[in-house]
């Protein structure tokens, strides 16, 4: 809400000669008259002020009538997004078909979903054309959507990776051509990029926004630290900062934003992009007897999951799965749903969960209202633990990648 004074000609004109011993006369009452007015208007202002900042407070999370899906803010931003939403690696142009990939972003679109994640690098690129061609055929608006992609591997040539300025530009108008967009709404920095300075890199990002071909930008898989540098290089030449990071965690990767990432969104605001709640899949319980045919580790170019996976570690970790799966049988739902579930306890703390999609998971419909304290006392492995002493705000971790 606004408040303003009208600014008359009686209160702004230049006295003329004749009119000076006129208004010295009534000077005294207009002054103090002027006066009174102005502290009126000036407790109204400071009382709206913080009744304003109150009533934002309180909205900083809603919850669909019809679908359910709760939306929060990216970070402290103003963009809202799904606390869902449907990346594209490894499966669209990949695992599965184009009629596939539309079926899901159809259940996805229609359960809430407003987030769809991509990236230039994505089969090739192929992830990208088919995102944007189920948009153009769904006639979805496109106000109605967040849509994002990432930056990095863009080709085989020196001059087609990094995040210099040349490739971040080139890069995105590729991206927004393969997906017949206008624009995105935030472009991820895919990695760090130890050949180019943050500077460049904080400039570029900017430039990108300043000329209409996104509206935010994000970092993915950068340390607190680098988070950091580049914030400060952005407040130390009036650039545009990053709004949020895109990190991997589940129950086999937690530190970094459990520990680390929550003390920059308490001091710089920038909010987290989870991904990867299955951990490729290990969570589903699908490799407890080697690695299936059609499974994301019998694929040429992930080889290193299957390597992962057979590891000793790989091992240990299915043994701490099959313990959780008794524990989520005890609590009425399946492994995955665990994972992805939606909990808050008394702290604050919260896991995300909503209309889930894909062929393996729209099971997690009807995920039973699961505390977070429940589950930790159920729970003997101690793999959830937090060390986080402070409680999450919802806008931290807004919304996570399935």
Not at 37 to 42: C, E, I, S, Y
Request: glycine letters at 8%.
């Amino acid at each position: 809400m606004q408040v303003s004074f009208a600014c008359t000609d009686h209160g702004l004109k230049a006295p003329r000669n004749g009119e000076h011993s006129k208004q010295n006369t009534t000077s005294p009452n207009t002054t103090s008259q002027a006066r009174a007015r102005f502290r009126t208007v000036a407790l109204i202002a400071r009382s709206l002020g913080s009744l304003t900042h109150r009533y934002h407070h309180n909205l900083k999370e809603s919850t669909a009538k019809l679908t359910g899906m709760k939306y929060r803010n990216l970070g402290k931003s103003g963009l809202r997004v799904s606390c869902l939403g449907l990346g594209t690696w490894v499966t669209f142009g990949g695992q599965i078909s184009d009629e596939v990939a539309e079926q899901l972003m159809t259940i996805a679109y229609e359960s809430g979903v407003n987030l769809f994640d991509t990236a230039e690098v994505y089969s090739g690129g192929k992830a990208e054309i088919i995102l944007g061609n189920i948009i153009r055929k769904k006639c979805w608006r496109r106000s109605s959507l967040v849509i994002t992609t990432k930056l990095y591997w863009g080709g085989k040539a020196e001059t087609e990776r990094g995040l210099n300025r040349k490739h971040i530009i080139e890069g995105l108008k590729g991206s927004l051509q393969r997906m017949q967009l206008e624009y995105v709404d935030v472009v991820f920095a895919n990695r760090p990029d130890n050949n180019t300075p943050m500077e460049e890199i904080v400039r570029a990002m900017t430039h990108v926004i300043n000329q209409g071909m996104s509206m935010y930008w994000g970092t993915s898989r950068w340390s607190a630290m680098e988070i950091m540098e580049a914030y400060s290089v952005a407040r130390q030449f009036n650039l545009i900062p990053p709004v949020c990071e895109q990190a991997e965690y589940h129950f086999f990767q937690r530190d970094k934003v459990e520990t680390q990432l929550p003390e920059l969104y308490h001091k710089i605001g920038v909010g987290v992009v989870s991904w990867s709640p299955l951990a490729c899949g290990i969570i589903t319980g699908k490799y407890d007897d080697g690695v299936p045919e059609s499974s994301r580790a019998s694929m040429k170019p992930y080889q290193w999951l299957r390597e992962k996976i057979m590891s000793e570690d790989g091992r240990k970790q299915q043994a701490k799965l099959k313990e959780l799966a008794h524990i989520a049988e005890k609590l009425g739902c399946t492994l995955p749903q665990l994972a992805i579930g939606d909990s808050k306890d008394d702290s604050g703390h919260r896991l995300r969960s909503g209309s889930h999609t894909g062929e393996s998971s729209t099971q997690q419909k009807g995920l039973p209202p699961l505390g977070r304290s429940d589950f930790l006392a159920n729970c003997p492995l101690k793999v959830y633990q937090s060390s986080y002493s402070q409680p999450w705000h919802n806008n931290y971790c807004p919304t996570l990648l399935v």
